[in-house]
Each structure stands twice: as C-alpha cells, then as structure tokens.
C-alpha cells in the first residue's frame, strides 16, 4: 500500500540522506520513514517500525544488509515485510517478503545511492518513474523528493488512491524543511510541496546560523 524512496547524496559539506513516501493510509510518517547521520531506512507493506527504528541504530556497528537480514530473521512474519536503504559506507539494501500484496517490488541502485520499494501498486512504472525522475530532477534533495513522490503518483502509485505522504532528509547543515509530513489530505504530495515551499520562504527564520538552533 505504500511506495518509497531512499537516497544517499556526497557533496562537499559531506553526506546527507534523505526518504520519501507516500500511501493510502494516515499519518505514514510516523510508521515508514527512519532516518539519522549514519543511514537511511523505509520499512512498510505489514509494517513492523522495529525493523527502521532498530536497523538505523545499528547502523553505526552493522552494514545496512547484515542489520536488517539479522532483525529479519527473527521476524516471524518477515514474508509479510518490505524494508529497504542504504549506509554512509555505501551499502545498499532491499527486502520485499513474498507475502506482500501485489503489485510489489524493489529496486536496488548502490552504485547511484538509491533504493526504492513498493507493495499494493498498480504496477511497476511507479517504480520505474521513482528512478528516472530522481535522476532528472533539479533543486535541493526535498524539492527532488517531492518531485519523485509525484511521479510515482502520476505513474499509478498506490492502487487505493493516496492518503498521506513524507519526506525526510539528514544533512551536514539540517533546517527545519528536512521532516515534513502530511498525515491525512485528499491530495497529500500536493500539500507536501505547498508544506515546503511555506517552510522554505521562511529558511531565514529557520536556519541554524541565524537562530542557533540544533535539529539534530
């Protein structure tokens, strides 16, 4: 019921990562999206939030793969599970249980920095449009996952219709923008890009430098 992506971006200021999804259920930003310093993770389909909350912390210890393979295997409806992300050592990493309602899938791109998953889809363009439109996309990594959601939405997304949606992103220099979630709306990535634009034309009064404050 759900599609996401997890990304892994390198610049100068160093490493950020950012997550993003949207489903026809309330408030998904409080079940999928689990996200720090260290990686990021999206756990959904039937969704057991232990498996982002547990696997995020581990990640200072574990590669993504050897966190989430290990808190699989002592799930015992992990064929129920979908979980998928990436490390800050370039890990990648992409589970879907063969008890997932169809249409589902997942992606896997190390080599670009980018998972992506989805269960109860229409098919597998949305997973196709994730990818292309992060890759051809412009603007900061909120705006870029925005944009995703959309497409994804735009492909067929979720086959129920879409109920809410979020996008979070963990970087160098974090503003207040980086979480935002919309937990019940006819029309959730919509207001997500209204959300953020809001938020964004009010940086200066959200930014660290100015206000000193600490998201992190």
Same mark, same amino acid.
């Given at each position: ?60 210890? #574990?590669?993504?793969?050897?966190? *989430? %393979?290990? !808190?699989? =295997?002592?799930?015992?409806? @992990? $064929?129920?599970?979908? +979980? ?36 109860? #889809?229409?098919?597998?363009?949305? *997973? %196709?449009? !994730?990818? =292309?439109?992060?890759?051809? @996309? $412009?603007?900061?990594? +909120? ?36 979480? #935002? ?9 919509? =207001? ?25």
């Amino acid at each position: 019921m759900t599609f996401s992506i997890c990304v892994r971006e390198e610049s100068d200021e160093g490493t950020s990562f950012g997550v993003a999804v949207a489903t026809d259920a309330p408030a998904v930003g409080a079940l999928a999206p689990c996200i720090s310093h260290d990686g990021v993770i999206s756990t959904q389909s039937f969704v057991n939030v232990r498996l982002g909350r547990r696997g995020v912390a581990l990640l200072p210890d #574990l590669a993504v793969d050897d966190a *989430l %393979d290990g !808190l699989l =295997e002592q799930d015992d409806h @992990s $064929d129920l599970r979908q +979980v998928h992300g990436l490390d800050a050592r370039g890990n990648a990493y992409a589970f879907s249980g063969d008890g997932c309602d169809d249409w589902f899938g997942h992606r896997v791109h190390e080599e670009r920095g980018v998972t992506i998953a989805g269960n109860m #889809l229409v098919g597998e363009e949305t *997973l %196709d449009a !994730l990818v =292309e439109t992060f890759a051809e @996309s $412009d603007g900061d990594l +909120v705006s870029r996952l925005v944009d995703t959601l959309a497409a994804g939405k735009e492909a067929g997304g979720d086959k129920r219709g879409h109920t809410s949606a979020v996008v979070r992103v963990k970087a160098p220099k974090t503003t207040a923008y980086h979480d #935002l979630r919309v937990d019940a709306h006819d029309e959730p990535i919509a =207001e997500l890009r209204r959300v953020y634009e809001t938020a964004k034309n009010a940086s200066g009064g959200f930014s660290e430098e100015s206000k000193e404050r600490i998201f992190d």
